[in-house]
C-alpha cells in the first residue's frame, strides 16, 4: 500500500503579496497531486498547514477543490490534520477543514482529541491505521501527552500524524511542545509536519520519523536549509 506524505504546503501564501509567489506554490501542490495519481497511491497524508490562514481566501478554497478533484476521482484519500496555521484564533470558528471534511466531503480530517480517533485503509488484506493529532499550543502540553499515551494502535501497520514542535529538532525556549522520548511506540510511521525541512529519523522501537518539510520556500532562511 502506497501512501505520499506532504505537510505545510501553505495554500494562499502570498510573499512579499506577489501573485507569482501565490502562484508557486499553488503550482507545486498541483505537482503533488499529479504523483499522487501517477503512482497509483492509496491515500495522501497531509500533516498540518493545509492553508496558510485559518480563514483562506476565495481563491484558495477553489484552488484545493479544483485541484483535488484528480484524487477523488482516483479514489485516492486525502488524509488531514490541522496545524498552527490551520487553527481558528477565536474559539468560536471553524477549522476550514471542517468545512472541507464535513460540509463538502473532500477530505477526511482527524483531530485527535475529537471525532474519529483514526482512518483505517485496507488493502489486499493489510490494515493500515493512521492516526493524527491536531496541532496542539504549548499551553496544552499537558493534554497533548496524555492523548498521546492514551493511543493504542493496533493494525496491521500503523502511521501517527502530528504537527508540533520536538525538542531534539527545536531546542529553543517555548518552540517545542514534545521530545521523541514521548511518543508512543507501535507506530512503523511517524508522519510530522511544522518544520519547514525535511528530516528522516530512526528511532529505537524500529519506526521512523519523517518530517515532510514544505514543498515549496515560504520564508527566506528555508532557502539554506533547501540547498543543504
Given at each position: 500500500?502506497?501512501?505520499?506524505?506532504?505537510?505545510?504546503?501553505?495554500?494562499?501564501?502570498?510573499?512579499?503579496d506577489k501573485e507569482f509567489r501565490e502562484q508557486d506554490v499553488f503550482d507545486v501542490f498541483t505537482q503533488l497531486v499529479e504523483i499522487a495519481v501517477k503512482e497509483h497511491v492509496?491515500?495522501?497524508?497531509?500533516?498540518?498547514?493545509?492553508?496558510?490562514?485559518?480563514?483562506?481566501?476565495?481563491?484558495?478554497?477553489?484552488?484545493?477543490?479544483?485541484?483535488?478533484?484528480?484524487?477523488?476521482?482516483?479514489?485516492?484519500?486525502?488524509?488531514?490534520?490541522?496545524?498552527?496555521?490551520?487553527?481558528?484564533?477565536?474559539?468560536?470558528?471553524?477549522?476550514?477543514?471542517?468545512?472541507?471534511?464535513?460540509?463538502?466531503?473532500?477530505?477526511?480530517?482527524?483531530?485527535?482529541?475529537?471525532?474519529?480517533?483514526?482512518?483505517?485503509?485496507?488493502?489486499?488484506?493489510?490494515?493500515?491505521?493512521?492516526?493524527?493529532?491536531?496541532?496542539?499550543?504549548?499551553?496544552?502540553?499537558?493534554?497533548?501527552?496524555?492523548?498521546?499515551?492514551?493511543?493504542?494502535?493496533?493494525?496491521?501497520?500503523?502511521?501517527?500524524?502530528?504537527?508540533?514542535?520536538?525538542?531534539?529538532?527545536?531546542?529553543?525556549?517555548?518552540?517545542?511542545?514534545?521530545?521523541?522520548?514521548?511518543?508512543?511506540?507501535?507506530?512503523?510511521?511517524y508522519a510530522c509536519g511544522h518544520l519547514h525541512s525535511r528530516r528522516l529519523h530512526n528511532l529505537p522501537g524500529g519506526g521512523k520519523l519523517a518530517i515532510s518539510g514544505s514543498?515549496?520556500?515560504?520564508?527566506?532562511?528555508?532557502?539554506?536549509?533547501?540547498?543543504?
Amino acid at each position: 500500500m502506497l501512501l505520499l506524505h506532504i505537510s505545510d504546503t501553505h495554500l494562499g501564501s502570498r510573499r512579499y503579496d506577489k501573485e507569482f509567489r501565490e502562484q508557486d506554490v499553488f503550482d507545486v501542490f498541483t505537482q503533488l497531486v499529479e504523483i499522487a495519481v501517477k503512482e497509483h497511491v492509496k491515500a495522501v497524508i497531509h500533516s498540518g498547514d493545509l492553508f496558510d490562514v485559518y480563514k483562506p481566501g476565495n481563491k484558495a478554497l477553489k484552488f484545493f477543490v479544483d485541484s483535488t478533484k484528480p484524487l477523488r476521482d482516483k479514489g485516492i484519500h486525502f488524509i488531514n490534520i490541522p496545524g498552527d496555521h490551520d487553527t481558528p484564533k477565536v474559539k468560536e470558528e471553524l477549522y476550514p477543514q471542517r468545512l472541507l471534511g464535513e460540509s463538502l466531503g473532500l477530505i477526511k480530517v482527524i483531530m485527535g482529541d475529537q471525532g474519529p480517533k483514526f482512518i483505517e485503509l485496507n488493502e489486499d488484506g493489510l490494515r493500515v491505521k493512521i492516526y493524527g493529532i491536531r496541532h496542539m499550543s504549548n499551553v496544552y502540553k499537558d493534554a497533548l501527552q496524555e492523548l498521546l499515551s492514551s493511543i493504542k494502535p493496533d493494525g496491521d501497520r500503523n502511521v501517527l500524524m502530528l504537527h508540533q514542535g520536538i525538542r531534539e529538532f527545536l531546542p529553543y525556549d517555548e518552540s517545542w511542545q514534545l521530545e521523541l522520548g514521548s511518543l508512543p511506540s507501535g507506530f512503523q510511521y511517524y508522519a510530522c509536519g511544522h518544520l519547514h525541512s525535511r528530516r528522516l529519523h530512526n528511532l529505537p522501537g524500529g519506526g521512523k520519523l519523517a518530517i515532510s518539510g514544505s514543498p515549496e520556500i515560504i520564508r527566506e532562511e528555508e532557502i539554506k536549509a533547501g540547498a543543504s
